[in-house]
């Protein structure tokens, strides 16, 4: 159960950080 939670856990937070990432290199661009 830890596994399980630790699992979907680190999915969101990869996201975000590759959101911020994209939003950043759009604003750079623009």
Do not use: E, H, K, N
């Not at 399980?4 to 623009?30: C, E, F, H, K």
């Amino acid at each position: 159960m830890s596994l399980d939670y630790q699992r979907p856990r680190r999915i969101p937070l990869t996201v975000g950080r590759a959101t911020r990432v994209a939003r950043l290199r759009l604003s750079g661009v623009v």
